[in-house]
C-alpha cells in the first residue's frame, strides 16, 4: 500500500490530520500554501493513482439470469412444466413458464438496480476543482488531484477530496449528506483537541462529496480516492450484503419442503396402483398429475403479483417500491431505524422559546409590551437572512436565520418594517473566533444603536447590564447561565441579543462588543413533524422498537426523542465515541437496550444494523446521505428519502419515501402485514384443495370405487381454482387489528398457527364431501358421477377461497363486495365449470357430460358443505375469544 507523505504509517492510518497544525500538515506533504508544481503532481499522481472510485466489476445479464434459476420451487415448476408438456397440456404448460420468466425478469432488474448504487456515489463527486501550483490558480479534473495540493473553496462548491482546512473566511459546509448534521458547519484552522472526535466536529476539515454553502477557504488535500471517508464508504458498501427478505427464504424453505412431498406422493401412488394392478400408463399419468397438483404453481405469481399491487398501494401513499419481495419485509420488521433530521423532524429550524430576562415563552406572538419590544427589533434586523415571498418562512439563508427571521415577523416585527426606521449603516459579520455578529442602526432620535447576536455564553459574559421590563438593571450573570443551560439542556440551539448605543458610528467597530445591554435569549431546534408522536406510537403498539440514529449532538436528540416517545431514560442514549469503544459482542448484548445513538460514522450505523440482525432481530434503516448507504443494503429493508436523499443512498435502498415521513413507513408496515397475510391466505388455500384433490384420488380405490378423476380434471382444477381465485386474494383489505398485533417472527413456517392443522381439516373434509358425492351418484344410479365429483371438487373450492377471506370475520360480515376481485374470479371460475359441462365441443376435451338437474342439485348442496364448516368454525373461534377475554 502507497505512503502517504510524513506518514509513520499507510495512508489509511494517518486519519489524525484535524489535530494537527496547519504548519504540521504542509511539512508532512513538504507542501507549502504556493501548491506542489507540476512534475511533483504527476509523480505523485502516479504512487497514489487517481482521485476517483475504482470500477466495480459489473456482473453480466446472463449471470443474474442463470442465477434466478437456482430457487427449488422455480426448478420444480419447470419440471411440472416439462410434464405438462408431455401429457398435452399445452395450455398448462405456458402458463407455468409465463410464470417462471416473469419472476426471472423481476428478479433481473432488482439485482441491476443494486449494481446501480456504486454508480451513483461515483457521480456524486466534483467533477473539477480549483487548485494552486506553483502559486498559479489552476482548474484541473477532480481525479487528478493529489496528496498535498492546494485547494481553493468558495460558495457552490463541492468538495473534492478530503482536506485539512488551511485558511477560512467564515467558511460553512453543508456535511448533512456525511454526517446527518442538519446545518451547514463552521469551519477554520485551529486543530480539533480529540483524536477521537466525530467527523461532525473535525472543524479543521472539509470531506469529499459535501458543499460549501457559505464564506470562502483553502484546504491542503490529505486524502483522494478510495483513502477519503468517501471512499470507505464505497468500500463499506461493496461489502455491504442486501441479504434475502424473509418472503424469500420462507418461499425457498416451503418449496423444497413440497417438492420432497410431491415426489413422495408420485412414488407412493404409482407403487400402491401397480400393486393393486392398475392399468401401469394410466397410474403414471395420475401420479404425475398428482405431483403437479400438489405444487402449486401459482405460487410464485400470486407472491409477485400480490407484491406488485402491494407496491402500487404503497406509491398512492408515499413510499416508492424498488425491491418487490422487500415490500413484505416491513411486515416482519421488529425494529426501525430511522435518521431523526427531515424524517422525524421537518428538516427545518424553528424558533421554539423566547426568553426576556424575567419571562420565558414558548411562542412568539405572545411577547408584547416594553419589555419584549427592543428583543424583536434586535432579531430583525440583526439578521443575514434575505427576504423572499417564495420562501416558506419569507426568507432565503442560513436555516437559523430564516427562522428567526419568521420569529420576528409573527411577533410583529417585519425586518422591512422596522428597518425603515431603523437603517443599516455599518456591520460586523459573524466569525468563529467572536462567535458574534453585530449589525449598526441609525435610530429614530438620531443615534446609533449596535446590535448583537451570538453564542449565549459570549454574550452574557460582555454585557454589563440587562433590559429588564423595559428598564436598565445591573446584569444577573449566573441567572442568565441557568436559564441558557436549562435551554439548551432542552436540546435547542440557544443564541442571545444585546445592544448597545453611541452618539455617532464608533471608529473603532470591534470595541462595540463589550459593556452591552443584555436583550433575551432564543432557542431554536428542528422541530418534529406533527405525525411523528402518533407514527411512533403506532410503531411501538405493532411491536416493533423504533430507534433514532443520527449525526446530530446527543442533547438534541434525546430532546426529540422524548417528545415523540423514542426514549424516555439518559441511559438510553450512547454516542458514536462509546459505540467506537465496544467490540460487536458488547454491542449485541446492550443493543436491545438502546433507543438513541447520537454522533455516529459510516461504519458504525452498519454495525448497529449488522448487532440488531446477529441477535435475531429484522431491521429497517432510514436514510438520505452518503453516510447511510451501507448500513441501508445491509438492512433487510433500507429506505431512503425521496426528497433529501442523496441518488446514492436511493440506489441502495428497498424502498423510498417520497415525503420523507416516518409516519409513511408505518402505513407501509401494515401494506407489509397485510400482503403477506394474504400470501399465507393462499397457501392454506391451495394446500387444503390440493389435500382434497390427493385424497380424493387415493382413497377412492381404497374403498372399491373407480379412480374418480383424470388427469386432465386434476390439471384443469390447479389451473383455474388456483390461479384466478388464488391472485384475487392480492386485492384482500387488511385483517382487523393488523396493527395492535406483533411482528411475525422472520424464521416462522407457512404452516405456524395452527395452519398446517387447518389445511388438513378442511382439504380432509373437501376429499370426504367429494367421495361421498361419488358414492352416492353411484349409488343412487347417476350416470355422469365423474362429471359431479369434478364439479365438486372445483366449486368446492371455490366456497374454501371465499371463507378464507377472512382467519376470523364472517364474510358476510366482510361483504361479499369489499373483494370484487375475489368476486369476479369466483364468478368466472364458476362460468369456466359450467362451460366443460354444457359447451358441447368442450366435453370430448375435459370428459365430462352435461348434468341433469337433479345432478346439478346434488353437486350444488355438496359444494357448500365446506364453505360452512369454514364459517362454523370461524364462529366458534370468535365466541371463544371473546369468553377468554371477557
Given amino acids: 500500500m502507497a505512503q502517504a507523505p510524513g506518514c509513520a504509517s499507510p495512508a489509511p492510518e494517518c486519519g489524525d490530520w484535524h ?120 482548474e484541473v479534473p477532480a481525479d487528478e488531484l493529489v496528496p498535498g495540493d492546494v485547494v481553493l473553496l468558495d460558495a457552490g462548491r463541492v468538495i473534492p477530496a478530503d482536506l485539512r482546512v488551511i485558511e477560512s473566511a467564515r467558511l460553512r459546509i453543508a456535511e448533512a449528506t456525511l454526517t446527518g448534521e442538519s446545518l451547514p458547519v463552521e469551519k477554520g484552522v485551529e486543530p480539533v483537541p480529540s483524536v477521537d472526535a466525530p467527523l461532525g466536529d473535525r472543524t479543521s476539515m472539509a470531506y469529499k462529496g459535501t458543499q ?39 418461499l425457498a424453505t416451503f418449496g423444497r419442503q413440497l ?51 402491494g407496491a402500487s398501494r404503497m406509491a398512492q401513499s408515499n413510499a416508492l417500491v424498488r425491491r418487490l419481495p422487500a415490500v413484505e419485509t416491513l411486515g416482519s420488521v421488529t425494529y426501525i431505524c430511522t435518521d431523526k433530521t427531515g424524517t422525524l423532524t421537518l428538516n427545518r429550524m424553528r424558533a421554539e422559546r423566547f426568553m426576556v430576562p424575567g419571562i420565558t415563552l414558548n411562542q412568539a406572538d405572545g411577547g408584547k409590551g416594553p419589555a419584549w419590544e427592543p428583543y424583536w427589533r434586535a432579531m430583525a434586523l440583526c439578521s443575514d437572512a434575505t427576504v423572499s415571498e417564495d420562501a416558506e418562512d419569507g426568507a432565503s439563508g442560513d436555516p437559523t436565520e430564516t427562522a428567526l427571521y419568521a420569529a420576528a415577523a409573527l411577533a410583529g416585527a417585519t425586518r422591512e418594517a ?38 449565549a455564553e459570549r454574550i452574557i459574559a460582555q454585557s454589563k447590564v440587562q433590559l429588564r421590563s423595559g428598564s436598565m438593571t445591573p446584569i444577573e450573570r449566573d441567572e ?26 464608533p471608529a473603532d467597530l470591534a470595541s462595540v462588543e463589550e459593556d452591552m445591554c443584555f436583550l433575551g435569549l432564543v432557542g431554536l431546534m428542528d422541530p418534529p413533524r406533527i405525525e411523528a408522536s402518533q407514527a411512533v406510537a403506532e410503531c411501538i403498539s405493532a411491536g416493533i422498537v423504533p430507534v433514532m440514529i443520527t449525526g446530530d449532538h446527543p442533547a438534541t436528540a434525546m430532546a426529540i426523542a422524548r417528545q415523540i416517545g423514542i426514549a424516555h431514560e439518559e441511559t438510553e442514549v450512547v454516542t458514536g465515541q462509546e459505540l467506537e469503544g465496544m467490540s460487536l459482542d458488547q454491542l449485541e448484548r446492550r443493543v436491545s437496550g438502546i433507543r438513541v445513538y447520537a454522533r455516529v460514522a459510516p461504519e458504525q450505523k452498519l454495525k448497529i444494523v449488522s448487532a440488531l440482525q446477529n441477535i435475531g432481530e429484522f431491521v429497517s434503516m432510514t436514510g438520505d446521505g452518503v453516510n447511510d448507504a451501507p448500513a441501508l443494503k445491509q438492512a433487510d429493508i433500507g429506505v431512503a428519502m425521496g426528497i433529501t436523499g442523496t441518488d446514492v443512498a436511493k440506489e441502495a435502498s428497498s424502498m423510498i419515501l417520497l415525503d420523507d415521513n416516518f409516519a409513511t413507513i408505518i402505513h407501509a408496515v401494515k401494506e407489509g402485514r397485510r400482503i403477506y397475510d394474504n400470501i399465507l391466505k393462499f397457501i392454506t388455500y391451495t394446500l387444503s384443495s390440493n389435500v382434497g384433490e390427493i385424497i380424493t384420488v387415493l382413497i377412492a380405490p381404497f374403498l372399491g370405487m373407480p379412480i374418480p378423476l383424470l388427469p386432465i380434471h386434476i390439471l384443469w382444477i390447479n389451473l383455474v381454482t388456483d390461479g384466478l381465485p388464488g391472485l384475487a386474494y392480492a386485492s384482500e383489505p387488511a385483517e382487523i387489528g393488523t396493527m395492535s398485533r406483533p411482528p411475525r417472527p422472520p424464521r416462522q413456517s407457512p404452516f405456524a398457527d395452527g395452519r398446517a392443522i387447518r389445511m388438513l381439516w378442511i382439504g380432509g373434509l373437501l376429499g370426504a364431501v367429494t367421495l361421498a358425492t361419488q358414492a352416492i351418484a353411484m349409488d343412487l344410479g347417476f350416470p355422469h358421477w365423474r362429471s359431479m365429483v369434478f364439479t365438486v371438487l372445483c366449486f368446492g373450492q371455490l366456497g374454501n377461497a371465499l371463507a378464507l377471506r377472512s382467519e376470523t370475520q364472517s364474510v358476510f360480515r366482510q361483504g361479499l363486495l369489499s373483494n370484487k376481485p375475489m368476486t369476479g374470479a369466483l364468478l368466472l371460475t364458476v362460468v369456466l365449470q359450467l362451460a366443460t359441462l354444457y359447451v358441447p365441443f368442450l366435453n370430448p376435451v375435459f370428459r365430462t357430460a352435461p348434468l341433469s338437474l337433479a345432478e346439478l342439485g346434488v353437486t350444488a348442496l355438496a359444494s357448500v358443505l365446506v364453505f360452512g364448516a369454514v364459517e362454523i368454525q370461524k364462529w366458534v373461534s370468535r365466541r371463544a375469544t371473546e369468553r377468554s377475554d371477557g
Fill in 259 to 309: 417438492g420432497l412431498a410431491a415426489i413422495g406422493l408420485t412414488v407412493f401412488v404409482l407403487v400402491a396402483g401397480l400393486l393393486r394392478g392398475d392399468d401401469p400408463l394410466l397410474m403414471l399419468l395420475i401420479a404425475i398429475s398428482l405431483a403437479v397438483a400438489a405444487v402449486p404453481e401459482a405460487l410464485p405469481a400470486v407472491a409477485t403479483i400480490t407484491l406488485a399491487l
Fill in 19 to 138: 489535530v494537527r497544525s496547519v504548519a504540521e500538515s504542509l511539512d508532512a506533504f513538504t507542501s507549502t500554501k504556493v501548491g506542489l508544481d507540476s512534475a511533483e503532481a504527476s509523480t505523485r499522481l502516479e504512487e497514489f493513482g487517481p482521485n476517483s472510485l475504482p470500477e466495480q466489476e459489473v456482473r453480466k445479464i446472463s449471470a443474474m439470469v442463470l442465477d434466478q434459476f437456482k430457487d427449488f420451487l422455480i426448478l420444480l415448476l419447470i419440471g411440472a412444466a416439462i410434464i405438462s408438456g408431455l401429457l398435452g397440456e399445452t395450455v398448462d404448460t405456458i402458463a407455468i413458464l409465463v410464470i417462471v420468466v416473469l419472476n426471472a425478469v423481476i428478479g433481473v432488474v432488482q439485482e441491476y438496480r443494486a449494481e446501480r448504487a456504486m454508480d451513483a456515489l461515483r457521480k456524486m463527486a466534483a467533477a473539477s476543482a480549483t487548485v494552486r501550483r506553483e502559486g498559479r490558480v489552476i
Fill in 480 to 505: 442568565l447561565f441557568v436559564d441558557a443551560n436549562e435551554i439548551s439542556g432542552d436540546g435547542l440551539r440557544v443564541l442571545a441579543y444585546a445592544m448597545r448605543e453611541f452618539d455617532e458610528l
Fill in 418 to 455: 422596522v428597518e425603515s426606521s431603523w437603517p443599516r449603516i455599518a456591520e460586523l459579520p459573524f466569525d468563529s473566533e467572536r462567535k458574534l455578529m453585530t449589525t449598526f442602526h441609525k435610530s429614530p432620535d438620531g443615534r446609533v444603536v449596535s446590535l448583537s447576536k451570538g453564542a
Fill in 212 to 250: 460549501v454553502v457559505y464564506g470562502r477557504g483553502e484546504g491542503l488535500v490529505v486524502a483522494t480516492g478510495m483513502q477519503t471517508e468517501f471512499g470507505r464508504i464505497a468500500g463499506l458498501l461493496q461489502s455491504a450484503d442486501g441479504g434475502q427478505t424473509p418472503l424469500q427464504k420462507r
